[in-house]
C-alpha cells in the first residue's frame, strides 16, 4: 500500500520562503515518479513541479526560476522548496506518486495522493 504524507507548509510574507516535505512508503525501490500539484477553490488542480523515475525534473512556468524540486532516495522524502513566493501561490499543495507517469504535470497520471497542505502568501 503506497501512502504519501506532506508536510511544511503555513503561511508567509510575499518574498518570503516555505519548504514542502513529501513521505512516501510502500514502494518497494526508488524507481517512481512523483510530484507536487496546487488547487485552489473553485479552479482545477494544476501541476506545479515533478521528477520522473529517470530524475528528470519539469516544472510550471509560473514557479520556474523560484521552485525547486528535489528528492532524497535513502529517505523516500520529496522536497518543494519554494523562494519569492507571490499571493498568487497561495493554494492547498498536493504530493502525488505513481510507478510510471505519461506528464509529470497532469495529475490524472498519478494514483496516490497526500491529503494536502495549505500555503497561505500575503501581500
Known amino acids: 500500500q503506497v501512502q504519501v504524507v506532506e508536510s511544511g507548509g503555513g503561511s508567509v510574507q510575499a518574498g518570503g520562503s516555505l519548504r514542502l516535505s513529501c513521505a512516501v512508503s510502500g514502494y518497494s525501490d526508488s524507481k517512481y515518479a512523483l510530484g507536487w500539484f496546487r488547487q485552489v477553490p473553485g479552479k482545477e488542480r494544476e501541476g506545479v513541479a515533478g521528477i520522473g523515475r529517470d530524475g528528470s525534473t519539469a516544472y510550471a512556468d509560473p514557479v520556474k526560476g523560484r521552485f525547486t524540486i528535489s528528492k532524497d532516495n535513502a529517505k523516500n522524502t520529496l522536497y518543494l522548496q519554494m523562494n519569492s513566493l507571490k499571493p498568487e501561490d497561495t493554494a492547498m499543495y498536493y504530493c502525488?506518486?505513481?510507478?510510471?507517469?505519461?506528464?509529470?504535470?497532469?495529475?490524472?497520471?498519478?494514483?496516490?495522493w497526500g491529503q494536502g497542505i495549505q500555503v497561505t502568501v500575503s501581500s
Open positions: 502525488a506518486t505513481d510507478l510510471w507517469v505519461d506528464s509529470l504535470m497532469d495529475p490524472a497520471d498519478f494514483a496516490y
